[in-house]
């Protein structure tokens, strides 16, 4: 959290409207809860927030860390984000107490200051969970009228990310609008493959599908980035990096700005949101390490069949486990487009590496198209299965 507290941060009404507005707004119960106000109330409060998201195995990851930045945390509260599901049409938080579960029940859009109430007081009655739940909103809400100039950026952040991703990480409010099965299927199909930068305008300008469509760097970005810095010499990452770039040969000074612009200009492939957060590369950090490594040793073939393997929904990896979340149907139809989605992946890769002497052949192509025929990443004795499922638990 930068920024100094002890400054006037003065703004006039009208330069500070994004914070009269959120100010207004949050009062009102029937506005749902964000991770900006979760960033709010830690600084406010003086409480470290903690956000895990709960993997279909009843893992829990962790999304996202606040920390208050003018005083030491005087305690921690963990927080547990369900999306958005047929069970939460909103998406949902509950509370982690002494590594247990505390379930926030019909609390509608107001469930995140339940449970960050009931996190920072697990002993209170039910009664006063729900005065101090109510007396969160408005600590919000004096905290950005008081300091209006502090929060002014990072409420047009929070609205410049709704509209390129559609909605925060964990937003509690669906999509701006409804889209058809035709309107998503022709969206995957027409900009599956391309490079991010145009996924990114294609999100700006239908606002919300990013909460149904998500891009996927296959090698994820973080891979390239440091399969770059372990082997500068690798020619497989210097192909990736130039792509990154768009300088050859590479500029170095120009990776910077690739990370931060999110790999633009690297290849994208489209997934729905919901098979994108089960995915390997998704929910194993160790996965993209492997990926990295591979890179860095000039192991096409391995890193494009990693890829293929990061893709997939970690039950299509673990087939001998059952997944709740889905239903025997969508795995049907997961498992039916998959490898005409890897293919994607593979024409894509051979267009943009086979001018890179030395790199992608058309035998290379042909041998992957062949592994993804005969569904090698299915099987459990493919030694790339078995070191993913040993490196990536």
């Known amino acids: 959290m930068p920024g100094d507290f002890n400054s006037k941060h003065e703004l006039s009404e009208k330069a500070a409207t994004h914070s009269l507005s959120q100010a207004k707004n949050i009062r009102n119960p029937e506005t749902g809860g964000t991770s900006f106000d979760i960033r709010v109330l830690s600084e406010t409060t003086g409480t470290k927030v903690v ?14 860390e606040f920390n208050p ?55 209170a009655s039910e009664e006063e969970i729900t005065s101090a739940a109510d007396d969160l909103r408005n600590v919000e809400a004096d905290a950005l009228l008081r300091h209006p100039g502090q929060w002014e950026p990072f409420i047009k952040r929070k609205e410049w990310t709704e509209a390129i991703r ?29 490079i991010y930068k145009d996924w990114r305008k294609c999100m700006i300008q239908n606002k919300g599908i990013g909460q149904i469509i998500h891009g996927d760097h296959q090698p994820p970005g973080y891979s390239i980035w440091r399969a770059g810095e372990l082997n500068q010499n690798s020619k497989l990452a210097t192909a990736w990096l130039e792509l990154a770039t768009k300088s050859s040969p590479l500029d170095y000074s ?3 700005k690739a990370k931060r612009n999110h790999g633009c200009e690297l290849p994208v492939f489209l997934v729905l949101a919901d098979k994108h957060r089960k995915s390997i590369s998704t929910t194993s950090k160790d996965f993209r390490v492997l990926v990295a490594e591979t890179i860095s040793k000039d192991d096409v073939l391995s890193t494009l069949k990693l890829a293929v393997l990061g893709a997939m929904p970690r039950c299509m990896l673990d087939n001998n486990q059952s997944n709740n979340n889905l ?67």
């Not at 305690?75 to 002494?98: F, K, W």
């Not at 509690?172 to 022709?186: D, L, Q, Y």
């Not at 890769?349 to 090698?376: A, C, D, H």
């Open 69 to 123: 930045s003018t005083r030491a945390a005087s305690q921690t509260v963990t927080l547990i984000y369900r999306p958005e599901s047929a069970q939460y049409p909103d998406g949902h938080y509950d509370v982690l107490i002494n590594n247990q579960t505390v379930n926030i029940v019909n609390k509608g859009k107001s469930c995140l200051f339940h449970a960050l109430a009931r996190g920072m007081r697990p002993g």
């Open 254 to 256: 120009l990776i910077e």
């Open 51 to 64: 956000t895990l998201e709960q993997d279909s195995y009843g893992k829990f990851t962790k999304m996202q």
């Open 327 to 393: 239903q025997s149907g969508e795995m049907n139809r997961i498992s039916d487009s998959f490898p005409k989605d890897c293919k994607k992946m593979v024409d894509t890769w051979f267009n943009r590496l086979e001018s890179k002497p030395g790199l992608m052949t058309l035998e290379m192509k042909r041998g992957m198209y062949e592994w993804i025929n005969q569904k090698k990443y299915e099987d459990q004795n493919d030694h790339l299965v078995k070191k993913l499922k040993t490196r990536c638990q």
């Open 166 to 194: 559609g909605g925060d990480w964990f937003m509690m409010k669906g999509a701006s609008r409804n889209f058809t099965e035709e309107e998503i299927t022709k969206t995957i199909e027409e900009l599956n493959g391309s």
